[in-house]
């Protein structure tokens, strides 16, 4: 089960921190990532990582701004979003799928996905 939280309404320059909490998957590796959701758009990756080991893949769009962590202690994936921008406007999706050496940036790479927290730039 993926749950995520902290989105919100912000103006542009502000930041955001999502939280992602993950319960119910043994021990294994996976892909584990954060996509979003425009109005209209299909979905995209913003970030996405390998838990067997690897960088962290950013989207060009979010590079240099929003940064990926997981806390391996509580099972939880963060997105820390800076200098955030009206373009930044979506619902986000925290996801996860087994995995055994992927790029881990394709949504089929990801089997399971959280139910979305909104994200809005102004």
């Known amino acids: 089960q993926l749950v995520e939280s902290g989105g919100g309404s912000v103006q542009s320059g502000e930041s955001l921190k999502l939280s992602c909490e993950v319960s119910?998957?043994?021990?294994?590796?996976?892909?584990m990532g954060w996509f979003r959701q425009a109005p209209g758009k299909e979905r995209e990756v913003v970030a996405g990582?390998?838990?067997?080991?690897?960088?962290?893949y950013y989207a060009d769009s979010v590079k240099g701004r929003f940064s990926m962590s997981r806390d391996h202690v509580y099972y939880t994936l963060y997105l820390q979003m800076s200098n955030l921008k009206p373009e930044d406007t979506a619902a986000y999706y925290c996801?996860?799928?087994?995995?055994?050496?992927?790029?881990?940036?394709?949504?089929?790479?990801?089997?399971?996905w959280g139910q979305g927290t909104q994200v809005t730039v102004s």
């Open positions: 990582v390998y838990t067997g080991g690897g960088s962290t």
């Open positions: 996801a996860a799928g087994v995995s055994y050496g992927g790029l881990c940036r394709e949504m089929y790479e990801f089997a399971f």
């Open positions: 119910g998957y043994g021990p294994g590796t996976y892909c």
